[in-house]
Each structure stands twice: as C-alpha cells, then as structure tokens.
C-alpha cells in the first residue's frame, strides 16, 4: 500500500500542493488528473522522492519515501518513474535501450524478455533501430518499455501516451495496463486524457487550488460529478436548472419545457454534437443526424 499523509510542498512561498492525503493499494492502478498547471507532475515526482516534502510523509508498505535531503539517488529501487520528457540512450537500439537493466547473465533469457517487453509496447518491428531515428511516440513506448523491464512495484507515469498517435494509443493502452496488472504493479498516472483513466483506474483523484477536490472510482465520479470540473474531464456538459447535465444525457422529444434553437452541428462519427441556445444560454446535446442552423426543437433529460 502507498500512503500519502498530510503531504504539503511548494517550490517557493505558495503551496503547489497542500495537506494531500490518499492511499493506492498494491496491484491498483490509480490516476491523479487536473487542469494544467494543478501539480500533477509535481505529485509524481514528490512520490518518486525528488523533492524534500514541506510537511507530510510518504510510505510504500512500512517504508517511508524520503527526499533528496536523506538519499543521495533519488528514487527508491522498486519504483520507476516515466517523466514527460524521457531519458533514453540515443545512439542504440530499442531493444538496447529497453534490455539495458538486465542481468547479461542469461544472454538468452535476456533476449525473451527483451522482446516480451517490446511486445508489449507494440515495438517488434523496429527492436534493432537506433533510439535517435525513432519518433517521439516510439521513444516514448521505449521509456516505458524501459521502465517496466525490472518489473517495479511501482510505475509512475506522467502522461504516458501523450506522443502516441491515435491508431495506437487504443491498443498500447489496453496491452500495457493488461500487462501491468498481471504483474501486480502498482499504476500511478497523471493525465489529461480520460481515455487512459474511465476504462484502466480503480480509483482516481482530481486536483484543484493545491488540494483534492474529489476521488473515487472512474465511474463513481463520471455518474456524479458533484461539480464541473471533474464533469468537464469527462464530457460535454450543461447546466439545466441547477443541475449538471451530459451532452448524451439529452435527447430531442416532440414537445417539452426545454426548447432549444439549434446554432450548429459537429459531426462527431457516431453521432452530432448540436450546440444550441436555451433561453439565451448556450446548451450541447447529442443527436443522430445534424440539423439547419435556426431551427426550433425541445430536449429533455433522458
Ligand atoms: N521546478 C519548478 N520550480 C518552480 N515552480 C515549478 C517547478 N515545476 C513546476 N512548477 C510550478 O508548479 C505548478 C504545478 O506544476 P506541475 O508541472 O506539477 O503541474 P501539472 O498539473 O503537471 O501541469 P501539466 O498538466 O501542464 O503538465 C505550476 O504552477 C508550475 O509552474
């Protein structure tokens, strides 16, 4: 179990992060999201004990996480940390890169597993390119390749898939948490990107003015949101009477108290997104097919 008490940090005068208190059980994969700037990546690296806390204390099971200021490598050795800008060995391979903290001892067994840990990363295909020739969304696999090659009881990643293409981010998500829970390897991600929360988290925090706004499971805080901004992470969304409203939560209906005066369509694949105005306000629904600019229609909550 990881167990954040009273955790207070601040790079100068005010508080980045103040009086944060949480737990991450072994094995769980746990998210911290926020608006840019809320302290995520500082969380992390307060985790991984790069800086000396203000006030608070950090543990993985009985031991405490301590900074700079009692260890002279920071990080302790059953943690690993995927930094927003990865440290990587440029002038050789990925498969160089990836098997680089592994025993040499066992040349073969450090062959397999080298290629299960690419396998994993969806990164057979260029194990023998030089680091520097790859894309950034390639180095960035590589890190995290790298990262989970001594299988750590802790991996922190800071926004882990942000220089991966869509193509692959959908399938690279589903291998890589997969894979990190049949290991049991505890996942502490910061992120922008629901994606790689509401499908992979069993528990998540939202940040906000320095302090913990919400937690709760993915689906808990996606069915109540309590406020707008942890709606906001999760979709489009209204304010209808006091009450926070899902774009896909309105339906059109041949009548009703709510009539709305379409102002644009956006083709989102599966569905429109119709922005439209009620009573002067701006609302956003979803519908199967778009509708003229001007027209009158009524929604309700399903
Ligand atoms: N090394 C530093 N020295 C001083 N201030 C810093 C340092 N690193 C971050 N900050 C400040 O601390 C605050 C939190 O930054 P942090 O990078 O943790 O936010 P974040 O939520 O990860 O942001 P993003 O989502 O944009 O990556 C910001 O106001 C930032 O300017």
Redesign the pocket.
């Known amino acids: 179990m990881l167990q954040v008490k009273n955790l207070t940090f601040s ?2 005068k005010s508080p ?2 103040q009086n944060l208190s949480f737990e991450v059980a072994q094995g769980d994969h746990f998210a ?1 999201i ?12 307060l985790l991984y004990g790069t800086y000396d806390l203000d006030e608070g204390q950090l543990f993985w099971k009985d031991q405490e996480i301590l900074g700079p200021k009692h260890n002279l490598i920071i990080g302790p050795e059953y943690m690993k940390y995927v930094a ?1 800008e990865f440290d990587l060995m440029p002038f050789t391979t990925a498969a160089e890169n990836v098997g680089e903290f592994l025993s040499n001892f066992y040349p073969e067994k450090k062959k397999e597993r080298t290629q299960e840990l690419l396998k994993v990363v969806e990164l057979e295909e260029v194990a023998n390119t030089k680091v520097k020739l790859l894309s950034g969304g390639q180095k960035q696999r590589v890190a995290i390749a790298r990262a989970i090659a001594k299988k750590p009881e802790i991996l922190l990643l ?2 882990p898939f942000s220089h991966i293409d869509n193509f692959k981010k959908q399938s690279l998500r589903r291998s890589l948490f997969a894979y990190l829970k049949e290991k049991n390897i505890t996942c502490i991600v ?1 992120t ?1 990107d629901k994606e790689d929360v509401i499908s992979f988290s069993d528990d998540m925090i939202v ?1 906000h003015d320095a302090q913990i706004m919400a937690q709760g499971s993915p689906e808990a805080l996606y069915k109540d949101p309590k406020n707008k901004l942890v709606a906001s992470f999760f979709n489009e969304f209204n304010m209808i009477d006091g009450e926070l409203v899902y774009a896909h939560q309105l339906k059109v209906v041949p009548k009703s108290k709510l009539k709305v005066i379409v102002q644009k369509s956006y083709y989102k694949g599966s569905y429109y997104l119709i922005e439209g105005l009620l009573n002067d306000s701006k609302v956003f629904f979803e519908h199967k097919s778009a509708f003229e600019k001007g027209t009158a229609i009524y929604i309700e909550k399903e």
């Open positions: 790079y100068d980045v992060l911290i926020g608006e840019s700037g809320s302290g995520k990546s500082t969380l992390l690296k927003q800071d926004e910061a922008h940040i």
